[in-house]
């Protein structure tokens, strides 16, 4: 069964700083992986995906993701954060777009 | 058109009412899909529509009840709720499978059962 573990549940930044959000997964082949971010009230909208290739992704609003197969790990990271940063982030995998597993979110704090 | 509209925006409705929520797309995606989510908290699966048949329903309290009329229409009617259905009523669709598809969210349906 194929699980997501994103291990902080609140991350707090100044606005500036950069910014690293951890995730990491279980499946038993090649991961599907995503990032997801969603402002409050509001639906989610995709940053980035991983399905094959370079391991480096590079998303929307300047975010990119590096997957580690070693670590299991896809994290998400931007090297300097918005104050329209501040959401739920959530991480994601699965068998490619056919009901991904969801992590439990990180929510992003950002002071001025 | 990369988007998924969903209406209402909000909805308050009380136990014994009749409420319907609806979600559109026009991507020609194949699969569509209903979530429940509360506050800082993932989003569940409530039901998944493939090519317009109902594939999955994640064990779902009958007082809610989908429908897909077409490839581009869900809706999910609601009936003799609870207060704990309160929630944000998200739809998504993808295509079914393949490499590189992911799934695309409505912006949801603020629902209140008083």
């Known amino acids: 069964a194929q699980s997501v573990t994103q291990p902080d549940i609140h991350i707090t930044v100044s606005e500036g700083a950069s910014l690293e959000l951890r995730c990491n997964y279980s499946?038993?082949?090649?991961?599907?992986l995503f990032w997801y971010v969603q402002s409050p009230g509001q639906g989610l909208q995709l940053l980035l995906k991983?399905?094959?290739?370079?391991?480096l992704v590079q998303g929307i609003k300047g975010f990119e993701a590096e997957f580690k197969r070693s670590q299991s790990s896809f994290n998400l990271r931007k090297p300097s954060v918005h104050w329209s940063d501040a959401a739920e982030y959530f991480c994601?995998?699965?068998?490619?777009?056919?009901?991904?597993?969801f992590g439990r979110g990180t929510s992003l704090i950002v002071h001025p | 058109d990369t988007e998924v509209t969903q209406t209402p925006k909000h909805l308050v409705m009380g136990m014994t009412n009749k409420k319907s929520l609806k979600c559109e797309q026009h991507?020609?995606?194949?699969?569509m899909y209903w979530y429940k989510q509360k506050a800082k908290k993932p989003p569940e699966l409530m039901f998944v529509?493939?090519?317009?048949?109902?594939?999955i329903n994640e064990s779902v309290p009958s007082r809610f009840s989908p429908e897909c009329p077409n490839s581009s229409l869900l809706n999910l009617h609601l009936h003799a709720l609870q207060p704990e259905d309160s929630a944000l009523y998200l739809c998504?669709?993808?295509?079914?499978?393949?490499?590189?598809?992911?799934?695309?969210f409505g912006p949801g349906t603020r629902l209140t059962v008083l």
């Open positions: 998504a669709s993808s295509h079914p499978s393949g490499d590189g598809n992911e799934q695309f």
């Open positions: 499946y038993g082949a090649t991961p599907y």
């Open positions: 991983y399905f094959s290739g370079d391991t």
């Open positions: 994601a995998v699965g068998p490619g777009s056919y009901i991904p597993t």
């Open positions: 991507m020609g995606h194949r699969a």
């Open positions: 529509y493939s090519y317009e048949k109902l594939s």
